[in-house]
Nanobody, 123 residues
């Protein structure tokens, strides 16, 4: 599976952005997909996960109630809708996918990664 992330940009605090992660491969629906982010000088951190069935989701506490992850398996695409953005959301956002299940919150468990898209939130 190859992943291509897009949708980042510059937005003011309180604004919204929608990130997209387009996947190649006909079996993408079998993969669980997640978003991670990495701010300058910080470690990569979990943001959101959507399981392969598209029903089960989970979020980091810092984004709960503001971000929504979804997927359209017909389009082989995963989305991250980000509302009420804060300056601390500024980071490079990465989409990732895995087949094996288990630990969905650790970035090293993911075998497939997109190239990252920069989100900058100004105050």
């Amino acid at each position: 599976v190859q992943l291509q992330a897009s949708g980042g940009g510059l937005v003011q605090a309180g604004g919204s952005l929608r990130l997209s992660c387009a996947a190649s491969g006909r079996t993408f629906s079998s993969y669980s997909a997640a978003w991670f982010r990495q701010a300058p000088g910080k470690e990569r951190e979990f943001v959101a996960i959507i399981r392969w069935g598209g029903v089960t989701t989970d979020y980091a506490d810092s984004v709960k109630g503001r971000f929504t992850i979804s997927r359209d398996n017909a389009k082989n695409t995963v989305y991250l809708q980000m509302n009420s953005l804060k300056p601390e959301d500024t980071a490079v956002y990465y989409c990732a996918a895995q087949l094996q299940g288990g630990d969905y919150y650790t970035w090293s468990r993911y075998s497939y990664w997109g190239q990252g898209t920069l989100v900058t939130v100004s105050s």
